[in-house]
Every structure is written in structure tokens, then in C-alpha cells.
């Protein structure tokens, strides 16, 4: 259980262009994802808390205009990259806990790949 | 959420015990200890967690020290496969679990 997927689990895009990664949990329902960033030889940095149904909250120095969330049901979140720029190329990581609280033990997709030309 | 501090590497013998440090000396009371690994190029893996006691589970031992200052995460019979970064993390479990990720040991286990 607590199976936590990813799609796609990379893509290669033009400057310029958005580039939506979705984040599904498959055998249980989240109120609360996390989206994370991480570059090569790097650690995991959180990038914003996904809420269902309400907006999300982003970390400090993350730019909520260019990293656009959705939490639009209890099984799915979706982070658009806008006018992405090669600077934008990095691992994202989605995580999610189970239950309505979020006060479970998180468990994280296998990460999606953005290369930006 | 906890600063942790972890040695940025460890090298152990395959079959060998793994044993993987951790300070965390400003947790607060309500915060427990998270152990998550990543293989290369995947999303990171959960392997245990705990606040006060030590635990246990199929993948590790979690021994916490009495003043909760550090712990130490112990693999039994590290295998090839346990290569990874190990990640010790302290988190508020009842506060939607935000995490936030240190440097890790790279944890090298060879033949």
C-alpha cells in the first residue's frame, strides 16, 4: 500500500513553454502533497504544500506565479512549470501522507524529470 | 522542524551491520525522527520513524538515544542494494508532516 505515482517521469521541452507533472495517490486519499526540487548532487528542497481544495502554501523564495498547483481531488496534485527556462531543469518530487489530516507518514513518487532546452 | 547533522558519508562491508548516526539536538518534544533513503535517481524511500522508543520494522532498527538528542539507524545485514543517501529528518507528525531534507550519508556498501 501507500503507493505514490508520477507522470511523466521525464520530459525535454523548449524554452518558453509550461510543462504540467502530475502526482497521484493511488490506494489511499491526501488532503495534503508536497512538491519538491532537487539538482544534481543536491538534497531534496520543498517547494510548496498542496492543499485539496484550497490554494497552495509555498516556501520561501519559490515563485507561485511561475509554479503554478492544483490539488483538485483527494488522489491528485499537478505543479505546471510556466516559461520554462533551462534554469528550471531539475527533479521534481511529489510526496503525500494518508489520511484526511495529513499527520501520517509521507511517502514520495518516483520523480519526474524536466530537461528545458 | 529539527536541524539534523549527518556524516556526509559512511562505507560498510556487505552483510555487515550499517550503522548510521544522527544528531538532533534542538528536536523539540513533539517532533519525531524520520529515516527516508534514495537511490540514485529515485524518489526517496520511507524506512522508519520515531519519537521516543527505539523501533523496529523488516528494513531497520531506529535507536534513540534517552534525551532524544540522536539517533542511530541500524541496517542488519546491509546489502549491495542499501547503496543510497540515508536522510534523517525531524517533523511534526501532526502538522500535515511538512519535511524538510538535510545533506544525507551516502551510505556505500561494498562487496
Known amino acids: 500500500g501507500a503507493v505514490v505515482s508520477q507522470h511523466p517521469s521525464w520530459v525535454i521541452c523548449k524554452s518558453g513553454t509550461s510543462v504540467k507533472i502530475e502526482c497521484r495517490s493511488l490506494?489511499?486519499?491526501?488532503?495534503?502533497m508536497f512538491w519538491y526540487r532537487q539538482f544534481p548532487k543536491q538534497s531534496l528542497m520543498l517547494m510548496a504544500t498542496?492543499?485539496?481544495?484550497?490554494?497552495?502554501?509555498?516556501e520561501q523564495g519559490v515563485e507561485k506565479d511561475k509554479f503554478l498547483i492544483n490539488h483538485a481531488s483527494l488522489t491528485l496534485s499537478t505543479l505546471t512549470v510556466t516559461s520554462a527556462h533551462p534554469e528550471d531543469s531539475s527533479f521534481y518530487i511529489c510526496?503525500?501522507?494518508?489520511?484526511?489530516?495529513?499527520?501520517?507518514?509521507?511517502?514520495f513518487g518516483p520523480g519526474t524529470r524536466l530537461t528545458v532546452l | 522542524d529539527a536541524k539534523t547533522t549527518q556524516p556526509p558519508s559512511m562505507d560498510c562491508a556487505e552483510g555487515r551491520a550499517a550503522n548510521l548516526p544522527c544528531n538532533h539536538s534542538?528536536?523539540?518534544?513533539?517532533?519525531?525522527v524520520y529515516w527516508y533513503r534514495q537511490i540514485h535517481s529515485q524518489g526517496p524511500q520511507y524506512i522508519i520513524h520515531?519519537?521516543?522508543n527505539n523501533e523496529t520494522n523488516e528494513m531497520a532498527s531506529l535507536i534513540i538515544t534517552e534525551d532524544r538528542k540522536s539517533s542511530t539507524l541500524i541496517l542488519p545485514h546491509a546489502t549491495l542494494r542499501d547503496t543510497a543517501v540515508y536522510y534523517c529528518?525531524?517533523?511534526?507528525?501532526?502538522?500535515?508532516?511538512?519535511?524538510?531534507f538535510g545533506q544525507g550519508t551516502e551510505l556505500s556498501v561494498k562487496p
Open positions: 534542538t528536536i523539540s518534544g513533539n517532533e519525531y
Open positions: 520515531g519519537l521516543k
Open positions: 529528518i525531524g517533523g511534526l507528525y501532526n502538522q500535515g508532516g511538512k519535511l524538510i
Open positions: 490506494d489511499f486519499q491526501a488532503t495534503t
Open positions: 510526496s503525500a501522507a494518508p489520511g484526511t489530516s495529513g499527520s501520517d507518514t509521507q511517502y
Open positions: 498542496s492543499n485539496e481544495g484550497s490554494k497552495a502554501t509555498y
